[in-house]
């Protein structure tokens, strides 16, 4: 089929919503670079000289909040719970899709439901039950809730029941147990899906917050945003005569460190991403 190529009019439209989408960052970066009393003076601008770029907001930022503790910890959950659910949640999603046994339709639907709930309703129940366990300040309360979660398993399924049955049974004929079928059959068939998946995952941890700040207390195990939330209160303590300016400058500061990385994952990913978002939407 013919493809119509964009008019001047649809790509005067999307330059238009990329310079909405991409002023923020350009403002919070160049804003970062100058001078506390700048950013105050003349909010709204993203032009400065040369001669006035500075980093000491980036340098009093690392002065006043363990950012660097706040990196570690969060690329370790990132890492653990993130392995946890591209494992898991691919291997419930195929049993959903694939199998059948008795009570299947009433367990998805369970699982459905979950999603309805909002995280704030199960954010007692779920300390309560970390406090019996003894997990409260710890690694595995921040991994373990939460890293297999229904809309992972819900996404694999709906992803993996677009692979024609004929596929699965032919690796079947061939002698090929169920593990080697998912792993040499499914697996390179959905890899736009995972690719989805990891990138969606990676966000919801790294952006977390409700639940890190909740389970854990203490600085040594607190992720990013958590350590971020704090920066405000630690350079107007720290800090004897500490403005509204340097506030702005430090906070300006962290937040563009702690998006480069998501920049980045997205960047690299974009295409598998996108071509995972599109998979559902075409039959045949």
Not at 10 to 26: D, G, T
Not at 60 to 68: K, Q, T
Not at 188 to 209: C, E, H, K, Q, S
Request: hydrophobic residues 55%; glycine residues 8%; neutral net charge.
């Amino acid at each position: 089929m013919n493809q119509t190529r964009p008019g001047p009019l649809q790509y005067a439209v999307l330059a238009l919503l990329a310079i909405v989408f991409l002023y923020p960052i350009w403002w919070a970066v160049s804003s970062s670079l100058k001078p506390a009393a700048d950013i105050i003076a003349d909010p709204l601008s993203i032009s400065s000289s040369i001669g006035a770029l500075t980093l000491d907001n980036y340098r009093a930022m690392f002065a006043d909040v363990p950012i660097g503790t706040g990196f570690a910890n969060t690329a370790l959950v990132l890492v653990v719970r993130g392995a946890m659910t591209m494992f898991f949640c691919p291997l419930a999603g195929y049993a959903f899709a694939k199998y059948a046994f008795p009570g299947k339709n009433l367990l998805f639907g369970v699982v459905l439901l979950t999603l309805m709930l909002p995280t704030l309703v199960l954010i007692i129940p779920l300390l309560l039950e970390m406090s019996a366990l003894g997990w409260v300040n710890t690694y595995q309360a921040l991994i373990l809730p939460g890293s297999i979660d229904a809309f992972s398993i819900f996404w694999m399924r709906q992803t993996i029941a677009a692979i024609p049955d004929e596929l699965i049974d032919a690796g079947r004929v061939d002698g090929a147990g169920e593990f080697g079928i998912f792993a040499k059959v499914v697996l390179p068939v959905i890899r736009p899906g995972l690719a989805a998946l990891a990138v969606l995952t990676t966000m919801n941890v790294y952006n977390d917050f409700v639940w890190p700040v909740v389970a854990v207390n203490d600085t040594s195990h607190q992720t990013l945003q958590v350590v971020l939330s704090t920066l405000a209160q630690n350079v107007t303590g720290n800090r004897i005569g500490a403005d509204f300016a340097t506030v702005w400058g430090e906070l300006l500061a962290a937040g563009s460190i702690a998006m480069l990385p998501l920049l980045v994952i997205f960047v690299l990913l974009q295409r598998h991403f996108i071509n995972g978002i599109l998979a559902g939407s075409v039959k045949g």
